[in-house]
């Protein structure tokens, strides 16, 4: 079997250095032994490759090529390849065509990164770390990190999930945003599908429930561009560094417990770090950069789900076949519907203005107090209960076993 790829005749002359014998290297790489005795013997006597002095076959297009190069970018190869095949009749492949350009053609000029350090309170970045074969409550399981640094003062926050669905993304924000004490005005992003549903970078479409998450808690989301690590350089660096913690080491009684024991880590670790924009400590430029940094919100729950309704004249939103009540005076004006973790709150002005349970057996549910309170300029309010409606209520919220034995009786007392 012929052999030209330099991959596999260094892999030969390690394996002979290291003592294997020729008939096993052969075997391993699924070559003759006497392809790897020819190849050991050129090595040994540091034989002239003749090949690499034959003209290359791209040379018979050298006209076409040189006028190419010099009205076109010599990055794009592969349109001059396609170019030369269409137009020229040339048959040859495209690495052809890259080894006679790299062989007559200096190489593109390098371009310059410009490096610039972000004003504090600007940026912060976040990624995911994977860990699995962790031990937790006696079982081993995979937990994720969810990876929060801000980018001036390099401090940071790493929050567990036990995955990285849309719910646990939106969860572990919010528990980052509290461990650094604010919220940073660009978040700067990868392109993980609960961030980024479609395409990528600057042209991606935001995830809806992440676009309506970012709206309600007055951030910018900044994806990446595709396969550029660098620019996010910071939370990566952190990334690598937690991957090897001990603490992933560690058995845990529960997931708590690892919390609390990672948040002491990350602030000890930042007290000993310096921050390279202030020449003190990474805690120090923290404590100076969480006052500029948004004041925390009320944090939204969690969601996985989001519609925008209108509420009825009845004060009720439709949301997965149960209807919600909410306070009567947003009747008639569309608002935002969110299903969480075991919740479904109803916004409107970025504003939560009602909490239920979700996925209740239930499908209707009513918040008395939605009903009550002055009227506004453009609703009136509800006709009050009367003497039977209101005491229906009390009946209703009395516990089981307080309630009359006899209801008729009860009600009928109020009918008097």
């Given at each position: 079997?012929?052999?030209?790829?330099?991959?596999?005749?260094?892999?030969?002359?390690?394996?002979?250095?290291?003592?294997?014998?020729?008939?096993?290297?052969?075997?391993?790489?699924?070559?003759?032994?006497?392809?790897?005795?020819?190849?050991?013997?050129?090595?040994a006597?540091?034989?002239?490759?003749g090949?690499?002095?034959?003209?290359?076959?791209?040379?018979?297009?050298?006209?076409?090529?040189?006028?190419?190069?010099?009205?076109?970018?010599?990055?794009?190869?592969?349109?001059?390849?396609?170019?030369?095949?269409?137009?020229?009749?040339?048959?040859?492949?495209?690495?052809?065509?890259?080894?006679?350009?790299?062989?007559?053609?200096?190489?593109?000029?390098?371009?310059?990164?410009?490096?610039?350090?972000?004003?504090?309170?600007?940026?912060a970045?976040?990624?995911?770390?994977?860990?699995?074969?962790?031990?937790?409550?006696?079982?081993?399981?995979?937990?994720?990190?969810?990876?929060?640094?801000?980018?001036?003062?390099?401090?940071?926050?790493?929050?567990?999930?036990?995955?990285?669905?849309?719910?646990?993304?939106?969860?572990?924000?919010?528990?980052?945003?509290e461990?650094?004490?604010?919220?940073?005005?660009?978040?700067?992003?990868?392109?993980?599908?609960?961030?980024?549903?479609?395409?990528?970078?600057?042209?991606?479409?935001?995830?809806?429930?992440?676009?309506?998450?970012?709206?309600?808690?007055?951030?910018?989301?900044?994806?990446?561009?595709?396969?550029?690590?660098?620019?996010k350089?910071?939370?990566?660096?952190?990334?690598?560094?937690h991957?090897?913690?001990?603490?992933?080491?560690?058995?845990?009684?529960?997931?708590?417990?690892?919390?609390?024991?990672?948040?002491?880590?990350?602030?000890?670790?930042?007290?000993?770090?310096?921050?390279?924009?202030?020449?003190?400590?990474?805690?120090?430029?923290?404590?100076?950069?969480?006052?500029?940094?948004?004041?925390?919100?009320?944090?939204?729950?969690?969601?996985?789900?989001?519609?925008?309704?209108?509420?009825?004249?009845d004060?009720?939103?439709?949301?997965?076949?149960?209807?919600?009540?909410?306070?009567?005076?947003?009747?008639?004006?569309?608002?935002?519907?969110?299903?969480?973790?075991?919740?479904?709150?109803?916004?409107?002005?970025?504003?939560?203005?009602?909490?239920?349970?979700?996925?209740?057996?239930?499908?209707?549910?009513?918040?008395?107090?939605?009903?009550?309170?002055?009227?506004?300029?453009?609703?009136?309010?509800?006709?009050?209960?009367?003497?039977?409606?209101?005491?229906?209520?009390?009946?209703?919220?009395?516990?089981?076993?307080?309630?009359?034995?006899d209801?008729?009786?009860?009600?009928?007392?109020?009918?008097?």
């Amino acid at each position: 079997m012929a052999i030209t790829d330099l991959e596999i005749r260094m892999t030969i002359k390690t394996l002979a250095a290291k003592g294997v014998p020729k008939r096993a290297i052969a075997r391993q790489l699924n070559l003759s032994e006497g392809t790897v005795r020819y190849h050991l013997g050129r090595l040994a006597t540091a034989a002239h490759d003749g090949r690499a002095d034959q003209p290359r076959r791209a040379g018979v297009a050298a006209d076409a090529i040189a006028h190419w190069m010099a009205h076109h970018d010599r990055a794009n190869l592969a349109a001059l390849h396609a170019w030369l095949a269409a137009d020229h009749g040339y048959m040859g492949s495209l690495r052809s065509v890259q080894r006679y350009v790299a062989d007559h053609y200096p190489p593109p000029p390098l371009r310059a990164r410009r490096r610039v350090e972000t004003p504090p309170g600007a940026q912060a970045q976040v990624d995911w770390a994977q860990f699995p074969r962790m031990v937790v409550a006696g079982e081993q399981v995979t937990l994720h990190a969810f990876h929060l640094v801000l980018s001036h003062s390099r401090f940071g926050a790493v929050v567990w999930m036990p995955a990285e669905d849309s719910l646990c993304w939106l969860a572990a924000h919010n528990a980052a945003f509290e461990r650094v004490g604010g919220i940073p005005a660009v978040l700067r992003v990868d392109n993980t599908k609960t961030a980024v549903v479609r395409g990528a970078g600057a042209w991606g479409q935001l995830n809806d429930s992440y676009r309506r998450y970012a709206t309600t808690v007055r951030f910018h989301v900044d994806p990446c561009t595709p396969y550029s690590p660098e620019h996010k350089g910071k939370v990566e660096r952190a990334v690598r560094t937690h991957r090897g913690i001990d603490l992933a080491r560690q058995a845990w009684d529960n997931v708590q417990e690892l919390q609390a024991a990672t948040d002491d880590a990350v602030r000890d670790s930042a007290r000993r770090r310096r921050c390279p924009a202030t020449g003190g400590s990474v805690f120090d430029a923290w404590q100076d950069e969480r006052r500029v940094l948004a004041p925390l919100p009320i944090l939204p729950a969690p969601f996985d789900d989001v519609a925008t309704r209108r509420v009825g004249r009845d004060g009720l939103v439709a949301f997965e076949g149960r209807q919600y009540s909410v306070p009567f005076a947003f009747l008639g004006r569309q608002v935002e519907v969110r299903g969480g973790a075991g919740t479904v709150q109803v916004l409107a002005d970025q504003q939560v203005i009602a909490q239920h349970p979700r996925h209740t057996e239930r499908r209707l549910l009513i918040d008395p107090d939605h009903y009550e309170g002055p009227g506004t300029a453009t609703v009136h309010a509800p006709t009050p209960l009367g003497r039977m409606g209101r005491r229906l209520q009390e009946l209703a919220s009395m516990p089981v076993q307080q309630r009359p034995l006899d209801l008729y009786a009860a009600l009928a007392e109020v009918a008097r």
